[in-house]
């Protein structure tokens, strides 16, 4: 015997679907991935083999005859600054892979908040060194070796500078936090000069990266390629008038969260491997004042 429909259910059905792409069509189109072009210029090595733009991806390129660097157009006051990072793979020790943010002029006394990515011998983990430099000095120095293979996949690397704190992330884990206490604790020093260029870049650290030196790049495994992504900047310009009102400036990032102070703890238990103010500083007797407020 034929089955019968009722006519109201049909009904139903249509509605139902004329809704759905009614709605399919309302919803705005996501965002097209930044290209790099939109905020990035090469700093060297853009001779078509050494930097390679890709649009909404850069390759870094290094051999025996040059590597390769870019830059920001514009200079920034405060800000979160990412990067996606794929670094080089396999032998690289050596081969250094960096995000980083310094300031203009890039004189004896300019300040930086470095990652720094510090290549290894086969089977040895690369380590991720984090480095903040203020009026020039860069006793500062902490190392770590990731929870994951940097070289593998592509991954978040993050600066917040704000008024309140510097915090390096790595897929949303905190791995380097510095306070802002110079209005409330004399002698206290915080990257504050306004004018920070954003920077990537694979370079030849044979002299110090590996083993401090003693593993030097193998140029017989050249080249070796580093990728980024990502080149949206959420950052202010110098001298801004309104800083105060930016989003990375408002009450939810002026201190850690409970859960991100767990994380980053968790962080210098586990994974660091060289920190400035538990090893050499403080066995010579010279440990900054921001050792005691991170």
Same mark, same amino acid.
């Given at each position: 015997?034929?089955?019968?429909?009722?006519?109201?259910?049909? #009904?139903?059905?249509?509605?139902?679907?004329?809704? /759905?792409?009614?709605?399919?069509?309302?919803?705005?189109?996501?965002?097209?991935?930044?290209?790099?072009?939109?905020?990035?210029?090469?700093?060297?090595?853009?001779?078509?083999?050494?930097?390679?733009?890709?649009?909404?991806?850069?390759?870094?390129?290094?051999?025996?005859?040059?590597?390769?660097?870019?830059?920001?157009?514009?200079?920034? @006051? /405060? @800000?979160?600054?990412? +990067?996606? +990072?794929?670094?080089?793979?396999?032998?690289?020790?050596?081969?250094?892979?960096?995000?980083?943010?310094?300031?203009?002029?890039?004189? @004896?006394?300019?300040?930086?908040?470095?990652?720094?990515?510090?290549?290894?011998?086969?089977?040895?983990?690369?380590?991720?060194?984090?480095?903040?430099?203020?009026?020039?000095?860069?006793?500062?120095?902490?190392?770590?070796?990731?929870?994951?293979?940097?070289?593998?996949?592509?991954?978040?690397?993050?600066? #917040?500078?704000? *008024?309140?704190? #510097?915090?390096?992330?790595?897929?949303?884990?905190?791995?380097?936090?510095?306070?802002?206490?110079?209005?409330?604790?004399?002698?206290?020093?915080?990257?504050?000069?306004?004018? +920070?260029?954003?920077?990537? /870049?694979?370079?030849?650290?044979?002299?110090?990266?590996?083993?401090?030196?003693?593993?030097?790049?193998?140029?017989?495994?050249?080249?070796?390629?580093? *990728?980024?992504?990502?080149?949206?900047?959420?950052?202010?310009?110098?001298?801004?008038?309104?800083? *105060? *009102?930016?989003?990375?400036?408002?009450?939810?990032?002026?201190? #850690?969260?409970?859960?991100?102070?767990?994380?980053?703890?968790?962080?210098?238990?586990?994974?660091?491997?060289?920190?400035?103010?538990?090893?050499?500083?403080?066995?010579?007797?010279?440990?900054?004042?921001?050792? /005691?407020?991170?």
């Amino acid at each position: 015997m034929a089955s019968k429909v009722c006519p109201w259910w049909l #009904l139903l059905v249509v509605l139902a679907t004329l809704a /759905s792409f009614a709605r399919a069509a309302e919803a705005p189109a996501p965002a097209p991935a930044p290209a790099f072009d939109d905020n990035y210029e090469p700093q060297y090595g853009a001779d078509g083999r050494h930097l390679i733009n890709r649009g909404t991806e850069v390759d870094l390129i290094l051999d025996r005859s040059s590597g390769a660097g870019f830059r920001s157009k514009s200079a920034y @006051g /405060s @800000g979160l600054f990412h +990067m996606r +990072m794929k670094i080089p793979s396999g032998y690289t020790a050596g081969v250094v892979t960096t995000f980083y943010l310094i300031s203009q002029p890039e004189d @004896g006394g300019h300040d930086e908040i470095d990652f720094e990515f510090l290549g290894a011998k086969a089977g040895r983990p690369v380590t991720l060194q984090t480095n903040v430099i203020i009026d020039g000095q860069s006793f500062r120095e902490q190392r770590l070796h990731l929870w994951f293979d940097p070289a593998a996949d592509f991954h978040d690397y993050k600066i #917040l500078w704000n *008024a309140h704190q #510097l915090v390096m992330f790595v897929d949303d884990t905190p791995v380097r936090v510095l306070r802002n206490l110079t209005a409330t604790v004399p002698g206290y020093q915080f990257p504050s000069k306004p004018e +920070m260029l954003v920077r990537g /870049s694979v370079w030849d650290g044979s002299a110090w990266a590996t083993d401090g030196g003693r593993a030097k790049v193998d140029w017989s495994r050249e080249p070796f390629a580093a *990728a980024f992504r990502g080149f949206d900047v959420d950052a202010a310009a110098p001298y801004y008038d309104d800083l *105060a *009102a930016m989003w990375w400036n408002d009450g939810a990032y002026e201190a #850690l969260s409970g859960a991100q102070r767990a994380a980053y703890e968790s962080v210098k238990r586990n994974s660091m491997v060289y920190d400035y103010c538990t090893d050499e500083l403080r066995f010579n007797n010279h440990v900054p004042l921001e050792c /005691s407020y991170n």
